[in-house]
């Protein structure tokens, strides 16, 4: 555990936070703290408040109340532009923009005012089961799984401290599902890439996280070690 003093160092932390929206409480007293190199499954009921959370934490929505620091400095400080590079948003659905997936893929080369590397995308496709030829296919006939795929991509070829995934295996089968999840652990393991990701499916937070949070009626109700969740509620969510 990175400490400095005694205190915690968090690359991300949610201090009280409260979300209303048409006279409803969406989210009430989040508060928790996202180490560098984490790995957060977050779980709880549709409904509960998991995907707001991750809007609020990539700025689409602003808290009623409350703070998000990213290493201790509120991220509505950051310019949007900014905020996308540090950190990541992936949804179930996919989103790929343009026509093919090679405009898709040198666009972060672009934002980040660099050259294309096609080695390192090619590199990215090879870890994916994608051959090269890929770059030259329409979005439109890639199935599913491949664009999913070419989402989680282009993410990572920005380089962003902290990615949010937001059930992005949902509607996967499970061999794009694995293939998905051990890019992830890749990332996390080589450049320490923070993650957090919603999951209904209890073996993917068994295998992906460390630690877990659970929302219920948009409260936590378990914040801790993975372990601990699997023990004390896991049972109840098979």
């Given at each position: 555990?990175?400490?400095?003093?005694?205190?915690?160092?968090?690359?991300?932390?949610?201090?009280?936070?409260?979300?209303?929206?048409?006279?409803?409480?969406?989210?009430?007293?989040?508060?928790?703290?996202?180490?560098?190199?984490?790995s957060i499954g977050i779980m709880g009921p549709s409904g509960s408040g998991k995907s707001s959370l991750f809007r609020l934490l990539n700025l689409l929505l602003s808290p009623s109340q409350g703070q998000i620091l990213y290493r201790d400095k509120h991220i509505q400080s950051y310019a949007p532009t900014q905020l996308r590079r540090i950190i990541g948003y992936i949804l179930q659905k996919p989103y790929?923009?343009?026509?093919?997936?090679?405009?898709?893929?040198?666009?972060?080369?672009?934002?980040?005012?660099?050259?294309?590397?096609?080695?390192?995308?090619?590199?990215?496709l090879d870890q994916v089961q994608l051959p090269a030829n890929t770059l030259e296919k329409k979005n439109t006939a890639l199935s599913g799984g491949e664009q999913q795929r070419i989402a989680l991509i282009r993410s990572l070829l920005i380089k962003p401290k902290i990615i949010l995934l937001d059930e992005v295996t949902a509607a996967l089968d499970e061999e794009n599902t694995l293939l998905i999840e051990k890019?992830?652990?890749?990332?996390?393991?080589r450049q320490h890439l923070t993650v957090l990701f919603i999951t209904h499916n209890l073996q993917q937070a068994k295998r992906l996280a460390r630690k877990m949070l659970y929302l219920e009626a948009?409260?936590?109700?378990?914040?801790?070690?993975?372990?601990?969740?699997?023990?004390?509620?896991?049972?109840?969510?098979?």
């Open positions: 555990m990175l400490s400095i003093g005694g205190a915690t160092i968090y690359i991300l932390e949610c201090k009280d936070i409260e979300l209303i929206k048409n006279h409803q409480v969406i989210l009430n007293n989040i508060s928790f703290g996202v180490q560098a190199g984490d790929l923009f343009g026509t093919t997936v090679q405009e898709n893929l040198i666009y972060p080369y672009e934002l980040l005012g660099q050259k294309p590397d096609f080695n390192e995308i090619n590199g990215y890019l992830i652990t890749y990332e996390q393991q948009g409260q936590i109700s378990f914040w801790g070690d993975a372990t601990d969740f699997f023990k004390e509620k896991g049972e109840q969510h098979e």
